[in-house]
C-alpha cells in the first residue's frame, strides 16, 4: 500500500512538474508571440510612413508641375495681351505720323 501511495504522490509531482513546464511553455511562446506581433507592427508603421511619405512627395511634385504649367500658361497669355496691344499701340503710331505728315 505505501508502494502505491508512493507511487501516486511521485505521479501528482511529475504531473505537477509537466503542468509547470507546460505552462511555463505557453508564457514563452506568448511573449514570443506578442514580440513578433509588436516587431511585424513596427515594420507595418514604418512601410506605412514611407509610402506615405512617397505618395506625398509625388502630389507635391505633381501640384508644383501644375503651378508651372499655369504660370507659363498666364505667363504666355500676358505675352499674347500684350504684343496685341504693342501691335494696335504701332499701328495708332503709323496713322497719327501719317495724318500729322499729310500722307494717305
Given at each position: 500500500?505505501r508502494?502505491?501511495?508512493?507511487?501516486?504522490?511521485?505521479?501528482?509531482?511529475?504531473?505537477?512538474?509537466?503542468?509547470?513546464?507546460?505552462?511555463?511553455?505557453a508564457?514563452?511562446?506568448?511573449?514570443?508571440?506578442r514580440?513578433?506581433?509588436?516587431?511585424?507592427?513596427?515594420?507595418?508603421?514604418?512601410?506605412?510612413?514611407?509610402?506615405?511619405?512617397?505618395?506625398?512627395?509625388?502630389?507635391?511634385?505633381?501640384?508644383?508641375?501644375?503651378?508651372?504649367?499655369?504660370?507659363?500658361?498666364?505667363?504666355?497669355?500676358?505675352?499674347?495681351?500684350?504684343?496685341?496691344?504693342?501691335?494696335?499701340?504701332?499701328?495708332?503710331?503709323?496713322?497719327?505720323?501719317?495724318?500729322?505728315?499729310?500722307?494717305?
Amino acid at each position: 500500500m505505501r508502494d502505491v501511495i508512493q507511487k501516486m504522490v511521485e505521479a501528482e509531482s511529475q504531473a505537477k512538474r509537466a503542468h509547470d513546464e507546460a505552462v511555463t511553455e505557453a508564457e514563452r511562446l506568448v511573449a514570443e508571440a506578442r514580440q513578433k506581433a509588436k516587431a511585424l507592427l513596427h515594420q507595418a508603421e514604418e512601410e506605412a510612413r514611407t509610402e506615405a511619405a512617397r505618395i506625398i512627395e509625388e502630389a507635391r511634385q505633381a501640384a508644383e508641375r501644375e503651378k508651372q504649367e499655369r504660370l507659363a500658361k498666364a505667363v504666355s497669355e500676358i505675352e499674347n495681351q500684350v504684343r496685341l496691344d504693342e501691335t494696335v499701340r504701332l499701328a495708332a503710331t503709323e496713322a497719327v505720323v501719317r495724318c500729322v505728315s499729310g500722307g494717305s
